[in-house]
Each structure stands twice: as C-alpha cells, then as structure tokens.
C-alpha cells in the first residue's frame, strides 16, 4: 500500500509509509496478497529444503501453509488493509505476533463547525465502543497527527484460532486534513505464553518505536 510521497504535504494522504526490520514481512490483503504469501513460504520453504526426508517436511509445510493463509484470511475478514508478520529464516513463519493496517470511516455528519467534536474525543469514542475493560489510554502525536493509543489484554479465544490469551496495542490516527478518516493499527502478541511476560513487554515496545516511523504519503 505504501505511495510515493509528493513535495506537498498539504495534498491529500494516500497512504503511509514505516520502518520495519528485516524479518517481517507485509501482507497487502486487497492487491497482491498472493504473491505476499507465495513469496513467504517459498523463503521459508528454501530454508527447511534437504534438511530431512520428504515425509518429514512435506507435513510441515503443509502446516506452515495452512496457518499463514488461516492468519490471512482472519485478518481479511476483519476489513483491513494490511497484515504485518515476523518471518524466521530458519523455522518458517512465527504467527506469534502480527499487526494490521485499516482505516475506519466516520459517518458524514456535514461540514459545520463542531460537527465531528474534538478528534481526540472521537478517538476515545471509537476505542471504547466495543467495550473493552481495564484499558490504558493516552495520546500524543504520530507525524503531526493526533494518535491515541489504547493497551489491554484479550482473553483467549479457540473458536477464532486464539488459542492463548494476547496483549493488543491498537492506535487510532487521525488523518490529516481529512477529518472523517481515522488510521488504525492493531497489534497483538502472546509472548512467550504470557501476554505480560519480558517478551509481551519488549515485542510492545518494538512497536510503540514502528508507530513512531510512520509518515504520511501525499498524492
């Protein structure tokens, strides 16, 4: 989705751009999503090749497929626009953590004067909505917009494919210049098995530093 970035900031976002290591990998999920996962599982496929007998890697590949796509096809369901994965050079792909891109709409309310209200508030509004419990919220500035960013921990859930329960980490954007459209990027890891273990907290804070890469295309 990334859009080249023109030398006027004042005309309207076409999308973002961020700063990722290495060993993730981004899934676009409405163009191009099937070469995203081709080109994946073939990295993770050349890595695992020769190194056992057919019997023995076929059903692994198999596997590390059919987690990939079961990860992509939630993350399409959900209506976003892109999904974020960790990759492993060696062991295929670590669904332990993800995060995805989307982008939710307010309703046209018209154009007069305090019409939408503050956007922080409106931020809040939409983060509480879905009556999550026990959050921290607080806000800031990602890139010369607001963001506010909400943290909590979701049960597990075995019917959607959780088996364990996950820290989230979701920031809402304000886009700017546009004051209908907000910018929403949603993480979640299970750590090591304990979404407060030292990993939980070190993989938030790789990602509260990815957020602060973020910069706004223009076209």
Known sequence: MPAEQTESVSAPVTGYRIILPDDWAHIPLRHGTEEAIRSILDEAFSHIAGEASTDRVGPFKRE??????????????SGALDLYLPVQSTSGVNVGASFLVSENLLPNRGKETGAH????????????????????????????????????????DPDRGADLASRRVEYMVSVPNDPDRW??????????????DELADALVEWFDAVMGTLRWSHG
């Open 117 to 156: 209200g503050a956007p922080a508030d409106i931020a809040v509004q939409l983060l509480s909505s879905d009556g999550v419990d026990d959050a921290d919220l607080s806000s800031g500035e990602i890139d010369g917009a607001l963001a506010v960013r909400r943290e909590h921990i979701v049960s597990a």
């Open 183 to 196: 910018f929403v990027v949603a993480f979640s890891t299970v750590g090591g098995g304990n979404p407060r």
């Open 64 to 77: 590390l497929e059919r987690r990939l796509r079961g990860t992509v096809a939630r993350a399409r369901e």
